[in-house]
Nanobody, 123 residues
Framework: QVQLVESGGGSVQTGGSLRLSCAHS????????MGWFRQAPGKERDFVAG????????AYADSVKGRFTISGDSAKNTMFLQMNSLKPEDTAVYYC????????????????WGQGTQVTVSS
């Protein structure tokens, strides 16, 4: 059974940086896609970034391009989301997720989810 545990959330001021981590336990396969989503109060859970474990393919939401970077350390079974130049509109609960077989940006393409970590950006 795959389990995902996020860490690294917190409160920062506008322009600051945070690095989210997601520890992955259980079986892993080269077909896996890792992803990050976020959900602000009263809003849908939206795609933020996704990547194959090899890093050969990646995608970002337009709102975070150039500021966020997704990466993974397969040896440690951990994925990361480096967030720079943070803005108040980045405030949300951030979730990591894994898709066993699909590549995509839709929530329903992902099979396993972490519990979420809060990111708050103040102006």
């Amino acid at each position: 059974q795959v389990q995902l545990v996020e860490s690294g959330g917190g409160s920062v001021q506008t322009g600051g940086s945070l690095r989210l981590s997601c520890a992955h336990s259980g079986p892993t396969f080269s077909t896996y896609t890792m992803g990050w989503f976020r959900q602000a109060p009263g809003k849908e859970r939206d795609f933020v970034a996704g990547s194959t474990w090899s890093g050969g393919r990646s995608a970002y939401a337009d709102s975070v391009k150039g500021r966020f970077t997704i990466s993974g350390d397969s040896a440690k079974n951990t994925m990361f989301l480096q967030m720079n130049s943070l803005k108040p509109e980045d405030t949300a609960v951030y979730y990591c997720a894994v898709s066993r077989w699909s590549w995509g940006t839709r929530k329903d393409q992902y099979d396993y989810w972490g519990q979420g970590t809060q990111v708050t950006v103040s102006s």
